[in-house]
């Protein structure tokens, strides 16, 4: 088996591995055999390629707020009953069917078929070398990792060293406050949410992506939502927030309220390692996630917020 073929497999290995683990931990105990066949078949030569969106020319900056709406309760999974009203942004509406305008996103996946469709995908991000200097220089791809069934799911930036080392998102320093955001601010296990990030390769020196890369890549990002179909996204800065509501506005001008991508109600925050270069940040680090936890349904737990 050639090295390239070697590290494929360990990848779809890995990813389906969480997927199942995810899928046992949301109680689902059988697969049909017809999902696994996705993946128990032989792996293409030559990857069938989402479409690369044009490189963006500089966004024109709107306004992304999002209507006034009553909150709607998730539609797929109870929540626990909602915390004390306090004043925050209200809520837009829930998400359409039919605002996953693109061919092949506008169904429903079921749960069973996910960590096949993303094990697929997985396999096909790890040979990907659209982008010739990530490909030449990253040590892995790191796909990203959570649960199929999450109801939120974190969208950061790109890898870093120790996201490279790993092949996992979210391990490094910032890895580790954002753990304890999820964890200890809002009470959710780490593997109950979805992390990814907008690239998929580690750009050297961790420079910011170039819009050729964010172009190259994107499409994945956006079969993974399809796949996961969360019910709530937070993006974790800048680069995140631009490249998904398609603005030019601030960051400090995008959180604190709700947007929409793709008709998912979204928030914005700052990055965990903004949050480690700027701690005074954290305080609206926080507010951003009480305003997604009320939103779910969610109470915090005793412990305040992470430090
Ligand atoms: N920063 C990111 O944006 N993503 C990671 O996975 C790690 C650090």
Request: one cysteine or more.
């Amino acid at each position: 088996m050639t090295e390239a073929a070697d590290d494929e497999r360990r990848v779809l290995a890995r990813v389906l591995r969480q997927s199942l683990e995810s899928l046992g931990r949301a109680g689902v105990d059988r697969i049909p055999i017809a999902s696994l066949g996705a993946i128990a078949g032989p792996i293409p030569a030559r990857p069938a390629s989402p479409a690369p969106r044009p490189a963006p020319a500089a966004p024109a900056p709107r306004s992304p707020e999002v209507g006034n709406t009553l909150p709607t309760p998730p539609p797929s999974r109870p929540a626990e009953p909602p915390p004390p009203r306090v004043e925050r942004p209200t809520l837009p509406p829930p998400v359409a069917a039919s605002l996953f305008g693109e061919p092949g996103l506008a169904e429903v996946v079921p749960e069973t078929d996910r960590a096949p469709q993303l094990a697929v995908l997985a396999a096909e991000v790890s040979r990907c070398t659209r982008c010739a200097e990530l490909a030449a220089t990253r040590k892995q791809t790191v796909f990203g990792e959570g649960s199929v069934t999450a109801r939120l799911m974190f969208i950061g930036e790109a890898p870093g060293a120790d996201e490279d080392e790993t092949g996992r998102p979210f391990v490094g320093r910032s890895g580790a406050l954002l753990t304890d955001m999820i964890g200890k601010g809002m009470g959710i296990p780490r593997a109950e949410v979805y992390i990814a990030n907008i690239l998929k390769s580690r750009p050297p020196g961790n420079r910011t992506p170039e819009p050729e890369e964010v172009a190259n890549c994107i499409g994945y990002l956006e079969r993974q939502v399809a796949i996961i179909r969360p019910q709530f996204l937070c993006l974790l800065g800048k680069t995140a927030a631009s490249v998904l509501l398609e603005t030019a506005l601030p960051l400090g001008k995008l959180r604190g309220k709700w947007h929409r991508y793709r008709g998912i109600p979204t928030i914005v925050t700052y990055h965990p390692s903004a949050l480690l270069r700027n701690p005074a940040w954290k305080k609206d680090a926080w507010e951003d996630l009480q305003i997604l936890m009320q939103a779910m349904g969610i109470k915090p737990p005793d412990r305040k917020r992470p430090g």
